[in-house]
């Protein structure tokens, strides 16, 4: 596991931590500030453990008040249970996957909508709604810097999600894909790998364009 400071790679990144797994495990993007968010939490595994980072990366206790998921798979939403321990945060996902959290038992789960904003510290996410990968897969974008947490919706270089995987749709990442290419983004976020920080509006219309072709 490694904690990148994303500050370092763009300047306008202020505040906002990567921290990368092992195995099949999803990114987690820590936002710092007064609280702190945490987007995705990985696959739960011991070697993926959070709390450890989040110390490493805060000097003092790290005020967690929230988590925000991309969407419902496993290596994204194990490393739940280590938060809930550590602290009381209201866990954000889309509405049409919100009921699977709570038959999984989570707790102080919220709702998000396509168009619902949040904001973190100076920034001011916009949720736009990608099914596709999964059904209420969600991308988090960045109106003034430009960045975009792309969960398994796009990644660099012209890759993009799964849509085999049970609950998946070709169509609807088709169509998500195709959204996106009208997003302008400076610096992907995906939830996998690394981060990507030019040509990123030409990266996401190659996926689109090998999604269309892959069909
Ligand atoms: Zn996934």
Known sequence: MTIINLENYNASLKDIYLITGQGVTSNIYVFGGDT??????????????IVPKLKK??????????TILTHFHFDHIKGLY???DAYILDILIH???APYLSDLNFKRIKEVNAGDKIILGEYLLDIIHTPGHSPGSICLYEKKTKFLISGDTVFPNGSFGRYDFPFGNHKALLQSLKR??????EVMLPGHGLPTFSKVNQQ????????KNYF
């Open 36 to 49: 702190i968010t945490i987007i995705d939490s990985g696959n739960g595994e011991e070697k993926n453990k």
């Open 57 to 66: 990366i805060f000097s003092k206790k790290p005020n967690v008040s929230k």
């Open 82 to 84: 280590e938060l809930m």
């Open 95 to 97: 509405k049409k996957e």
């Open 180 to 185: 996106l290419t009208e997003v302008d983004v």
């Open 204 to 211: 996401i219309k190659s996926s689109f364009m090998a999604a």
